[in-house]
């Protein structure tokens, strides 16, 4: 695969702003690529490139409600694509996701007609190319070539027509030009922003609201936080990895080439590369975990119990799968040969459960000290064991809007109606959390999500009904590599994370204490 046909080329040079940069070519090369452009479909390649291909065919299971970060890398494996074409595909997959509210405004905009007039395979093959030419550094004949050419080979000679038509149409503008375009008409200034950053208007709505409610940012401030953290979303999110205290070290994850975290104390980024080609990663010893996710597992951990629970210290994930969270907090447990219960209602999920922690039995055998893994509804574990734990875990299921910068689709699969069908979930779990812990025990509930009614209402409505816990301030439990406490964790006694602060998902923590 040539640079040109995937971009940075020598001969392309980023602009200032970091977006596609314009090709230094001669005049007659210059009329040389415009002619290509013009070209009629049936003048051009007939197919394109296998990494093209395999991105339009996860567009299309995306589109029939595969996940991205699964169906990606399957079709990546089995048509062995890999190193920098795999990257490229990925980018164009996921930003043709992300992006897909915006470049739908654009596409429709070049075509004279609405998307949903388009077929519905005929727009992800102009997704991938609208990113290629607005969001990627690929040259611009090369985009529309290809693009053309995959529309040939999957939509037919007659899409392929129209495809060539509204390419070249996406190619006469700049991004900024188009954004300006597509927003010009949209006088409120949060659904221009949402449209801008291609987020749904709710979801947009919803945010801001969050950071306000959690102390993020007043009403003076509001809009340049909002528009940081839509900014974030869109981002690719860096791969975190955690090493699993007594089952392997930091120093181990950095001899494999990955970087020490400056958050976490048990973190690490990696650069590059493919994290499951670390050993500590194959085998468990080690996982892939957002840094957030692994705060607030340390920050459980660090609390005092006191009391009953004090005594008699036995640890509980009660919504455990897929297992990253209880795969840290298993760790913990054992180093201390304390007996530890992860819970998961899923068969499947509590089997992905079973396997993430195999490392962590064997260890719990060699210790000789209780990890078991057990199937079941959290909501009745508190009625089944009342107060049978000094430490429980609720990762409640949420919206994720915390982690969208991470699921490329999940913005464009939820509603409002999401946030309202959840509430009950999410309020039984943190009863039943409660019913099963000790006297003096702690609870911590977690969401990837800061919606305002998925975090500080769910907790603030369980206060209100019952007498036997209180709120604990879980801001000193959080501790950086350095010792210290993050900076922007909120005002307390709630931790509120966000991905444009600290450069984790937007993760929610309360710890509470049963009295």
């Not at 996701?97 to 470049?103: C, E, F, K, V, W």
Request: net charge negative; proline share 6%; with cysteine.
């Amino acid at each position: 695969m040539s640079d040109e046909r995937h971009g940075g080329g020598p001969a392309e040079r980023p602009t200032g702003d970091g977006r596609r940069g314009e090709r230094q070519r001669p005049p007659a090369r210059e009329r040389s690529a415009r002619h290509r452009s013009e070209q009629r479909p049936s003048e051009r390649a007939r197919r394109t490139d296998p990494t093209r291909l395999a991105a339009y065919t996860a567009m299309r299971e995306i589109a029939d409600g595969a996940y991205a970060n699964l169906a990606l890398p399957k079709l990546l494996r089995d048509k062995r694509i890999s190193g920098r074409d795999a990257g490229f595909a990925t980018e164009l997959v996921y930003g043709a996701t992300r992006l897909s509210g915006l470049y739908d405004a654009i596409i429709a905009s070049a075509a004279g007609r609405p998307v949903d007039k388009i077929d519905a395979n005929v727009l992800d093959t102009l997704r991938l190319g609208a990113h290629q030419v607005l969001g990627m550094r690929v040259p611009t004949h090369a985009a529309v070539d290809e693009t053309v050419a995959l529309a040939r080979q999957v939509n037919g000679a007659g899409a392929a027509g129209f495809v060539n038509a509204v390419m070249r149409r996406i190619s006469e503008r700049e991004p900024d030009a188009w954004t300006e375009l597509v927003t010009e008409g949209v006088s409120d200034p949060v659904e221009r922003l949402a449209l801008r950053t291609s987020h749904p208007v709710w979801i947009a709505k919803a945010l801001r609201a969050a950071l306000i409610g959690h102390g993020t940012a007043g009403p003076a401030d509001v809009e340049d936080a909002l528009t940081a953290l839509l900014e974030s979303d869109n981002a690719p999110a860096k791969v975190s990895l955690v090493a699993r205290p007594g089952l392997a070290s930091v120093d181990e994850l950095e001899d494999a080439g990955a970087d020490r975290s400056g958050l976490s104390p048990v973190g690490a980024t990696l650069p590059e590369g493919d994290p499951g080609a670390i050993e500590a990663v194959r085998d468990g010893r080690a996982a892939v975990q957002d840094e957030g996710s692994q705060l607030l597992v340390l920050a459980l951990a660090a609390a005092e119990t006191v009391g009953e629970a004090a005594r008699h210290e036995r640890w509980l994930d009660l919504c455990a799968g897929p297992g990253g969270k209880a795969g840290l907090l298993a760790a913990l447990a054992i180093q201390r040969r304390i007996p530890f219960v992860a819970n998961e209602i899923s068969e499947h999920r509590a089997d992905l459960v079973w396997q993430t922690l195999a490392a962590a039995r064997a260890e719990a055998r060699e210790l000789d000290t209780s990890l078991k893994v057990r199937h079941g509804d959290g909501r009745d574990l508190g009625e089944l064991e009342p107060g049978g734990f000094s430490r429980v875990l609720i990762d409640a299921p949420c919206t994720g809007l915390g982690a969208l910068r991470r699921r490329p689709e999940a913005r464009w699969r939820r509603g409002p109606d999401d946030v309202a069908a959840l509430a009950g979930l999410q309020r039984e779990l943190l009863t039943s959390g409660i019913d099963a812990t000790a006297a003096g025990g702690l609870v911590g509930y977690a969401t990837c999500s800061p919606h305002l009614n998925e975090t500080r209402f769910v907790v603030s409505d369980i206060l209100k009904r019952r007498a036997d816990v209180e709120l604990v301030d879980a801001r000193p439990y959080f501790v950086d590599a350095s010792g210290r406490e993050p900076p922007g964790l909120g005002e307390g006694p709630y931790v509120q994370l966000w991905p444009h602060v600290h450069g984790t998902d937007a993760m929610f923590f309360a710890l509470l204490r049963k009295l």
